[in-house]
């Protein structure tokens, strides 16, 4: 009896010992750091260490951002209204070259000389239209005695009247041989100006002149040739002072494009920079192959920087906003997430997660995490990331 009442009293014991037991409160430090993002961390480095000369800091700042762009490739080509194919005015051998590949000329200056047989037959013409015209003159002044003479005798009743009229045909014909010989005398005159010859003289060289100033951008004819071609061109000359942007635009954006507007150019030759140009044609078809339309952009080429062929992309911005921007290089990847090191005081910093949007040439806009006036680190980034 005494066994079994020792046993039930120290089963009560252990049962109420185990009900009476609190629970096990969790570290608030463990939770704190658990739900913590991974990218917030505070860097301090000491006033005397070199590390501080190697880190730049600037303010972040308000610019206007685009909200909708339309972006294409394009490149740079000959503006078509100021280029020149040069044709020979007529066949023969070209004897001499005046001008080089990559040569600035001005309008009317030789580019070549060449003798041509053309050149003397012209001037054959035209001597002959002069002495054409000097005998139809020398034939009217006749015509015009013989008119006056019948004229007088029938006056005084010596010939019939059908005598005066048969006289005064004549003259009618006389004057009209006069006129269609002058008109080919001035027919031949403007061919000698035309090759830039003077009347009298044969064996004279025809001289091709450029019809505008620009540069020799082709070159297809050397000393010596025969040339027989007039309708293939032998040089090339463009005024690159105004240069043409061409680009293909998807025609799901051609909506946003008009003639006129304003476009923001980027080069692959000139990295970080934008140049400013404004459409000058839109193509009236879409291409039936890539389903694009081509848009011209007009640029002022006065400084000789941009050359045919050069390669770029082009910015149509329908709208802005104001956004924060900072420096491209301030924006640091890690782990597929962006972030920025903002100063908190003299040698501290704090790196912090942001959200950005499209570069903007040497400028990204920051969505959210940043307000404008921030002190940021702009150049050094790389190295508070390895603290």
Same mark, same amino acid.
């Given at each position: ?126 001597? %002959?239209?002069? =002495?054409? !015209?000097? $005998? *139809?003159? /020398? &034939? ?32 009618? %014909?006389?004057? =009209?041989? !006069?006129? $269609? *010989?002058? /008109? &080919? ?203």
């Amino acid at each position: 009896m005494k066994k079994l009442l020792w046993l039930c009293t120290l089963i009560w014991a252990s049962f109420d010992f185990g009900c009476s037991r609190q629970p096990e409160k969790a570290d608030p430090a463990s939770t704190f750091l658990e739900k913590a993002p991974a990218t917030t961390r505070l860097i301090s480095i000491p006033p005397d260490s070199p590390k501080l000369r190697q880190i730049r800091i600037e303010p972040a700042r308000l610019a206007e951002v685009p909200t909708d762009e339309v972006i294409s490739p394009g490149k740079i080509e000959v503006n078509p209204n100021r280029v020149s194919r040069v044709l020979l005015p007529v066949s023969g051998r070209i004897e001499s070259v005046r001008v080089r590949l990559g040569d600035t000329v001005q309008a009317g200056q030789c580019l070549l000389e060449m003798q041509s047989a053309d050149a003397d037959a012209a001037m054959s013409t035209y001597l %002959q239209s002069e =002495a054409t !015209v000097t $005998q *139809a003159q /020398a &034939s009217l002044v006749k015509t015009q005695a013989d008119f006056d003479r019948a004229n007088d005798l029938y006056d005084h009743n010596a010939v019939a009247k059908k005598e005066v009229l048969s006289e005064g045909n004549a003259l009618t %014909q006389a004057k =009209a041989a !006069v006129e $269609q *010989a002058k /008109a &080919s005398r001035e027919q031949a005159s403007r061919r000698l100006q035309l090759l830039g010859l003077s009347a009298g003289a044969f064996g004279q060289k025809v001289v091709v002149r450029a019809p505008i100033a620009g540069k020799v951008l082709e070159i297809s004819v050397a000393p010596g040739e025969y040339r027989n071609d007039t309708n293939s061109p032998v040089m090339t000359v463009a005024d690159l002072s105004s240069v043409w942007v061409a680009s293909d635009v998807p025609e799901n954006y051609i909506r946003f494009i008009q003639r006129g507007e304003r476009l923001e150019i980027n080069l692959v030759a000139y990295p970080g920079e934008t140049f400013a140009g404004r459409v000058t044609r839109i193509a009236d078809t879409v291409d039936p192959q890539t389903r694009t339309v081509k848009v011209m952009a007009e640029l002022d080429n006065s400084g000789g920087r941009f050359r045919p062929e050069m390669f770029g992309t082009i910015h149509h911005i329908e709208s802005t906003r104001q956004a924060v921007v900072v420096p491209a290089g301030t924006i640091i990847q890690e782990e597929g997430q962006s972030i920025i090191f903002v100063e908190k005081g003299p040698g501290r910093f704090e790196q912090m997660p942001v959200a950005v949007g499209k570069r903007r040439g040497d400028m990204t806009p920051v969505l959210s995490g940043l307000a404008a006036g921030q002190r940021v680190v702009v150049d050094g980034g790389m190295l508070l990331k390895g603290l």
